[in-house]
C-alpha cells in the first residue's frame, strides 16, 4: 500500500484504537506529554517512552511522514498503531529531496 502523503494545511486523521467501548472512567485530569521526536530517528526508543509514560494526548513535533532521512516510515500512524492510539497529523510544510543531502538529512520525497 502507498503511503499517503499529507500536503500543508491538509488534516490527516487515522483512528488505531481497538473496536469497542472508549475507557471506562471519566478522569478529573488529563496528562499531556509534548514533546520533539526528532523526527523519529529512535522510534522503538520514542513509542516504549510514550507507552511508559502513558499521557492521555500526546502533541508531538518533527513527525516525519515518507521521509529519506527516517526510513519514508510514516513516523506518527507507527506510534498511533504501537500504542492504539486515535491519531490526527496537520501538516506546516512540505519538503523536498535534494541530491546535495545525505540520507539522514534529507526531507519529503516527492
Known amino acids: ?37 526528532e523526527r523519529g530517528y529512535q522510534l522503538a526508543g520514542i513509542i516504549e517512552e510514550l507507552r511508559a509514560i502513558d499521557a492521555d494526548i500526546l502533541s508531538l513535533q518533527e513527525v516525519d511522514v515518507g521521509c529519506e532521512r527516517s526510513g519514508s516510515v510514516d513516523t506518527g500512524v507507527a506510534i498511533a498503531e504501537a500504542l492504539q492510539l486515535n491519531y490526527v497529523f496537520l501538516s506546516e510544510f512540505e519538503e523536498l529531496h535534494s541530491p546535495l543531502r545525505d540520507a539522514r538529512t534529507q526531507a519529503g520525497k516527492r
Open 1 to 37: 500500500m502507498e503511503m499517503e502523503l499529507t500536503l500543508p494545511g491538509k488534516l490527516f486523521r487515522r483512528d488505531c484504537r481497538p473496536a469497542g467501548p472508549a475507557r471506562p472512567e471519566a478522569k478529573s485530569t488529563i496528562k499531556l506529554l509534548q514533546w520533539n521526536i
